[in-house]
DNA sequence: TTGCAAAACGCAACAATGTTGCATTAAAAA
DNA sequence: TTTTTAATGCAACATTGTTGCGTTTTGCAA
């Protein structure tokens, strides 16, 4: 295993994720981070974390890809995934909801690996009164 | 509304559509129906026929997005696709699993408006011995 | 603290996928 | 058959993601 290094570009995309409340799609992370580093870099810093297990990556409903921290996750053990995801249609943020783990029975010919289950709605905080 | 028209595009694209046993792509669509039409003309009539309701967009879990006919569907009833995707890792399919409807509880303050499961594994046909 | 190997970077070029404008063609209704 | 306008082809553009390569920087170790 080589030896990951702690970057500027690296500090500043993974700050941008983790101070924000729904997942970054990586136009809107470099967006942010404009200035510290190249657009490619983004890209690069991503896959790296992903890699480490620091974020995870978020398929959403439009096929649009989003990153986002996972609380419930630390390196010591692999991402399992079984949660869902809140895709709002108004604001467009997507939530993690952690506490929702998913079961689904198929026939024991299928060999289920990973589960993937976005709802799209509306969040709380855009409901109408 | 206006009157969609029946053309020689839409009908070699729907074709390859019915005719697969697994959802396809659009560069995949290209590539089947090379020669009848131009490529941008696939991504229109893909757009129209998902607004016929006579196909449906599925995003598989690496954000690519793919084409199906939905068996239980018809054009009298607006999509509700609730039920649920096989994504194979190894032969890369997509099957539809339209018996295995799926129900999700989630706070009251969310409003819930769609489904998206895909589960990825290996189908049975790429099932090891 | 300094030197070094390689991890990470910037930049340029490329590739894949999807979109838009507009003049032309062809369905299907009159 | 004529007419209307939906649908097409083509060219140009936009966005998102990838690759190669020479250069910079990090973290370790002397």
Redesign the pocket.
């Given at each position: 295993m080589?030896?990951?290094?702690?970057?500027?570009?690296?500090q500043a995309v993974l700050n941008e994720i983790a101070n924000s409340s729904f997942a970054l799609?990586?136009?809107e992370l470099f967006e942010r981070v404009k200035g510290?580093?190249?657009?490619?870099?983004v890209?690069?810093?991503l896959?790296?974390l992903v890699t480490e297990n620091k974020i995870h990556k978020i398929v959403n409903i439009d096929?649009?890809?989003n990153y986002a921290l996972c609380a419930s996750c630390d390196d010591s053990h692999s991402h399992a995934h079984d949660h869902l995801h809140f895709s709002c249609v108004t604001c467009k943020k997507i939530e993690c909801l952690e506490e929702h783990l998913i079961q689904v029975k198929l026939p024991e010919t299928y060999q289920i690996k990973e589960l993937f289950l976005t709802i799209s709605g509306i969040c709380p905080s855009c409901q109408p009164l």
């Open positions: 080589t030896n990951p290094r702690n970057t500027k570009a690296k799609s990586q136009p510290t580093c190249d657009r490619v870099t890209y690069r810093v896959d790296r096929g649009t890809i």
